[in-house]
């Protein structure tokens, strides 16, 4: 069974910075990107950055700029920085690993969230 653990949520300043992290365990193929999304209550959830196995990172337009991310595809880690956190309600992070699983078709897996709340 894979399992990704997000952790680092938590509650934050406005402006504030915050560190997340995920790791992949358990029986995977191989991973070619790693990535987090968010949710918000209420809200579909969107895509905000990915780090790929070819050194390549894409960013969401809403964070770009003030996110990084990066991902160790050896030891199935993959972090975000969030920097210039803007002020608003809760949003549940949720951390992404593509790649094949053990019968080489292609998964998408999921972690189970975090929370990052941004308060004055």
């Known amino acids: 069974q894979v399992q990704l653990v997000e952790s680092g949520g938590g509650l934050v300043r406005p402006g504030g910075s915050l560190r997340l992290s995920c790791v992949a365990s358990g029986k995977i193929g191989g991973l070619y990107a790693m990535g987090w999304y968010r949710q918000a209550v209420g809200r579909q959830r969107e895509f905000i950055a990915t780090?790929?196995?070819?050194?390549?990172?894409d960013y969401a337009d809403s964070v770009k700029g003030r996110f990084t991310t990066s991902a160790d595809f050896v030891n199935k880690t993959v972090y975000l920085q969030l920097n210039s956190l803007k002020l608003k309600k809760t949003d549940v992070y949720y951390c992404?690993?593509?790649?094949?699983?053990?019968?080489?078709?292609?998964?998408?897996?999921w972690g189970q969230g975090t929370q990052v709340t941004v308060s004055a």
């Open positions: 780090s790929t196995n070819r050194d390549t990172t």
């Open positions: 992404s690993a593509e790649g094949v699983g053990t019968d080489r078709s292609p998964r998408q897996y």
